[in-house]
C-alpha cells in the first residue's frame, strides 16, 4: 500500500522503515529540514540498532522516501500514519499541539480516500478530536476513517520489537478499517487485537503506568532491602518466578526516564483528574520515581559528605542502554545535583555525549574514554548500564584516587568486586567496604 508517515522521531522513522521493509511504499514526513537531508542520504538521525541498515536497503529498493512537504507526502497516500511527539504540558497533561497541526495539513492537503492511523501516544477521545479536526477543514471531498494503532517499541530494541511484538492493537469505529490496517501489519506476524478507538487510547496509558508502577514497586522495595540487609535482585528473582508476577521490570535502579513513562504517568493522572478520579496509586508511583533518582547522591553523601571540588566521575548518560535518547534521564538530576554541590564532574557515555553536551549543565566535562573518566577521580557514579559499562576492566578502579564506587544499577557482582577491593555500593543490596 501507499503509505504516509508523519513525525521521523524514534516511533514515526522506525515505523517508515519496518513498513517499507515488508513491502509498502512509504514516505517519511518531518518539518525538520535537516533532519530529512540527513535521511535522504540513508543515514539515521538518531541511534537506534539496526535502522540505518534497514533504512539504507528499502531506500535503495525505492520503497522508502523523505519529504518536508505534506502535500507531496500525502499525494497518493491511502493511509496516514501520526507519529509526531505527545510532549508534556506544564500541569503534566499531553501536548497535543502538534498531533492537531497534522490533522489540519491532514485535511489540507489529502486528495483521496484514506484512512488516519493514529501511533502517537494521545488522551482517550483525541482520535475522535482528529476525525472532527479533519471533517471541520476539509479541503477536497473525500471520506476517511480515523484509527487508533498506539505504538509499544521500546528504544533500543525498536526494529525487534517491530517484528516481534507482543501485540498491535487497532482501535476503530469500523472493522473495515481495522481489517486494512490489520492486513498492512499482517507480514509483521504479531498478534492483533482489535478493540474500540477509547479502549486503545486507554490500553497504552495502561500498559505505560503498570509498567511504570513494576519499576516504583522493586525499588520501594530495593529501599527496605538496603536497610534491612537484604538482597533486592534476589527478591525480585525469588518474586518473578511466580507467573501470576512475572520477572520482567522487576530491576531494581534509579527508576524510570525517557520520553515515555515520566509523560505518560502524568498525563493519566491528568485523564483521570478530568473525569474526577484521584489515581492515587499512580501518584505515589511518580513520587517514588523522583526520589529514586536523587537515591544516588544521597548513597555517595552517606559516603563522602562534602564533595565540594572533589572529582567526580559518571559513567552512561542516556536514559537507558543502547539509546542516544537523553529525555527525563537520571543524570540530568544527578549531574546538576553534583555541581550544585560543587563537585567537578567528568562524564562518559558510549552513545549519548552529543545529545547529553545539549541538555547537561556546561560544568559537565567529558572524557572520550570510560578510563579517561575514571582516571584520578574520588568516586565513581553509575547512571545507565552499557554493556560496555557492564564489561569495564575492575583494574581501573584502581586508577582511581581511591576505588569507591556507587552504582545505581547494580552492574557488578559483589563478590568479584570484594576480590578487586573496591568499596561498592548498589542498589537493595549489602554495601562492599
Ligand atoms: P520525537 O519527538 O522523537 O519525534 C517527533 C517528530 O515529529 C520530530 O522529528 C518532529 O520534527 C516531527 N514533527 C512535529 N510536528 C510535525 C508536523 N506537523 N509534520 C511533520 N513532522 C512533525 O517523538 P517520538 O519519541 O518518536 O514519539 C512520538 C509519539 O510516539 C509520542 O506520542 C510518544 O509518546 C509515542 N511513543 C514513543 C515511544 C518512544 O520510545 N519514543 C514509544 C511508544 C510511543
Not at 536497503?57 to 511527539?85: D, M, W
Not at 482528529?130 to 528504544?155: A, G
Not at 564532574?345 to 579517561?372: F, H
Amino acid at each position: 500500500m501507499n503509505i504516509a508517515v508523519v513525525g521521523t522521531g524514534y516511533v514515526g522513522l522506525v515505523t517508515g522503515v519496518t513498513l517499507s521493509d515488508i513491502g509498502h511504499n512509504v514516505t517519511c514526513i518531518d518539518i525538520d529540514k535537516e533532519k530529512v537531508e540527513i535521511m535522504k542520504k540513508g543515514t539515521s538521525p538518531l541511534y537506534e540498532p539496526g535502522l540505518s541498515e534497514l533504512m539504507n536497503k528499502n531506500i535503495k529498493q525505492s520503497r522508502l522516501f523523505f519529504t518536508t512537504n505534506h502535500a507531496e507526502g500525502f499525494a497518493n497516500a491511502e493511509v496516514i500514519y501520526i507519529a509526531v511527539g505527545t510532549p508534556e504540558n506544564e500541569d503534566g497533561s499531553a501536548n497535543l499541539a502538534y498531533v492537531e497541526q497534522v490533522a489540519k495539513d491532514i485535511a489540507q492537503y489529502v486528495v483521496q480516500d484514506l484512512i488516519v492511523v493514529t501511533k502517537s501516544t494521545v488522551p482517550v477521545g483525541t482520535n475522535h478530536k482528529i476525525k472532527t479536526i479533519i471533517t471541520e477543514n476539509l479541503v477536497n471531498n473525500i471520506k476517511f476513517e480515523v484509527v487508533s494503532n498506539p505504538e509499544f517499541l521500546k528504544e533500543g530494541s525498536a526494529i525487534k520489537d517491530s517484528f516481534e511484538g507482543d501485540r498491535i492493537v487497532i482501535g476503530a469505529d469500523s472493522s473495515e478499517a481495522s481489517a486494512i490496517i490489520e492486513k498492512i501489519n499482517q507480514p509483521f506476524g504479531v498478534p492483533v487485537f482489535r478493540t474500540d478507538v477509547r479502549s486503545a487510547e486507554m490500553i497504552k496509558y495502561a500498559s505505560n503506568a503498570f509498567l511504570a508502577t513494576k519499576i516504583s514497586f522493586i525499588n520501594e522495595i530495593s529501599n527496605i532491602c538496603d536497610r534491612v540487609e537484604a538482597n533486592v535482585e534476589d527478591v525480585a528473582k525469588g518474586m518473578g518466578m511466580d507467573k501470576r508476577i512475572g520477572p520482567d521490570f522487576l530491576k531494581a535502579g534509579l527508576g524510570y526516564g525517557g520520553s515515555c513513562f515520566p509523560k505518560d504517568t502524568k498525563a493519566l493522572i491528568q485523564i483521570a483528574g478530568n473525569v474526577h478520579y484521584d489515581f492515587q496509586l499512580l501518584k505515589g508511583v511518580v513520587n517514588v520515581n523522583r526520589k529514586q533518582q536523587r537515591m544516588i547522591i544521597e548513597k555517595l553523601l552517606e559516603r563522602m559528605p562534602d564533595i565540594k571540588g572533589k572529582r567526580i566521575a559518571v559513567l552512561g548518560l542516556s536514559f537507558k542502554p543502547n539509546t542516544d535518547d537523553m529525555r527525563e534521564a537520571a543524570s540530568i538530576v544527578v549531574t546538576n545535583s553534583l555541581i550544585d554541590r560543587g563537585a567537578e564532574v567528568i562524564a562518559y557515555d558510549p552513545i549519548a555525549m552529543n545529545n547529553a553536551k545539549k541538555i547537561l549543565a556546561p560544568e559537565v566535562e567529558y572524557s572520550t574514554s570510560v578510563k579517561g573518566a575514571i582516571n584520578e577521580s574520588d568516586a565513581v557514579l553509575i547512571l545507565t548500564e552499557w554493556d560496555e559499562i557492564k564489561d569495564i576492566d575492575l583494574n581501573f578502579f584502581s586508577e582511581m584516587k581511591y576505588p569507591l564506587v556507587v552504582d545505581g544499577r547494580n552492574c557488578f557482582d559483589l563478590e568479584t568486586m570484594r576480590e578487586h577491593h573496591i568499596e561498592y555500593h548498589s542498589v537493595g543490596r549489602p554495601s562492599i567496604s
